[in-house]
């Protein structure tokens, strides 16, 4: 019977025997089963064949001429590792199976062969694909969401953070993440467990903060049947479902002084017993916490264990909020824009100069989250391929003005106000932009020469727009690495077709003068 769950349509099965009727009959039964089949008695058309990447399977018999089935298993093993090789043989040739079985193949039978069971072994190699295929993927997706890649930000402090990241990694040494609430404490926290040995073991989370106290303690350490009305079943906690793997406690700076010794003794000494329980549990675990409160600041009002701060912050990583990294604001708006326009099927390539002023000025209290948030909604309703002004939500267009007549950052009142407004833009990207193309591009071009220091700077005379800034930030990239376009993109952050936009948006053929 067939497996619903194997996708044989799909898939291509090569057989090779030089028995012209055993052939037949296993290609014939193959093809009722539903798989796509390609046969020859040849062993040379099998590596013709091999060499499009068109097969999945190789059913071949061990002895062939003039390609043998052991060189047909060594070409389709350098070919691709997962093309599963099933030999067939005569009753004689089970040693030399059972040899090229080392060799990584995936199985044999002797002949007569019986094709049910033949067909039970091509189907599991095929299921054995799915499997690693989902799991390749689901890495791939693990990585592009949780990579260091996917936390933006060029910005001195950014930097800073990405080398922590790098660094503690690869130890077991417990993290303390603060920051204020949506400044991607949890986004870091996946970032250091997806770069680290343990990435192929469980990441579990708990946000304390949600949680009773006695919840809490059930949650992390887990429970035995009948330790509380409700506890029908045994229950495993977070440590015990984290074994090998990393432990994320967010709002860990809400847990109570009873939770707070339990989870000290944890971590010395690896051990815990579950509520109602007098077995004790070991669990091997990397614990990595976050709070939006000053900890040490609790510590010393008499609110929070000592000892267990110290045990929490043997790695500090302080994420800065937005407004203090605003020099990352245009990548991440990018950012969004093309993860959002591309999640919705929205064909938004940017947002006018009006917005990006209206989100400079704006405090963004709720940080990247909100930030975020706000271009999605954004996005989702954009009548154009730029997000205008009046596509901002309102709280946010009147936190900016509110800022405008506060004085900071911009003052926004009368024309000669405007003016001065731009000229404090221009005169912050300046400064921003030449201590980038300074202290960036040398690590793209680690072997170009050394240039004066005059040719690191981008220089924009005041009362010039926005667009001529941006005009000779390109034209200097360029420059500097000698008109690569690839490189030129990474650089500057943007992708080879917005940068190709860019160049005939602005005119700049983007070639070296003869």
Known sequence: ?????????EKTILVLEPNAADRDRIAYRLQESGYNVLSSGDGTYGLNVLDTGQVDVVITALVMKPVSGTRVLEVARAKDRRIGVIFITDYGDVESAVRCMRAGAFDFLQKPVNIDKLIAIVDKVVENQAVEMENLQLHRQLDSKYGLSNIIGNSSKMVQIFEKIAQVADSKATVLITGESGTGKELVAHAIHYNSPRRDQPFIRLNCGALAEGVVESELFGHEKGAFTGAVTRRQGRFELADAGTLFLDEVGE?????????????????????????????DVRLITATNRDLWGEVQKGRYREDLFYRLNVVHLELPPLRERIEDLPLLVDHFIHEFAAQHQ?????????????????????????LRNCIEGMVVLSRGS?????????????GARRQETAGYPFPLDTNRQLQDAST??????????????QSYLGQFLPSAPQLE???????????????????????????????NKS????????????????LEEYGIDGEPRV
């Open 255 to 283: 847990i109570s002084p009873a939770v707070q010794v339990k989870l000290l003794r944890v971590l010395e000494t690896g051990e815990f017993e579950r509520v109602g329980g007098m077995r004790t549990v070991s669990s």
């Open 424 to 437: 404090m833009i221009l005169r912050g990207l300046h400064e921003y932009m030449s201590a980038y193309l």
């Open 1 to 9: 019977m067939e497996n619903p769950q194997i996708p044989r349509h």
């Open 346 to 370: 929205k064909e938004v390539e940017g947002v006018t100069n009006d917005v990006m002023t209206c989100f400079y000025q704006y405090h963004w209290p709720g940080n990247i989250r909100e």
């Open 386 to 398: 730029l997000l205008q002004l009046e596509d901002v939500p309102y709280h946010v267009r009147q």
């Open 487 to 502: 490189q030129a993109a990474k650089v500057l952050g943007i992708g080879r077709k917005t940068l190709y936009k860019k």
């Open 453 to 483: 220091q005059n040719d690191n700077q981008v220089t924009v005379e005041v009362g010039h727009s926005l667009e001529d800034m941006e005009k000779k930030l390109i034209e200097a990239t360029l420059k500097k690495v000698d008109y």
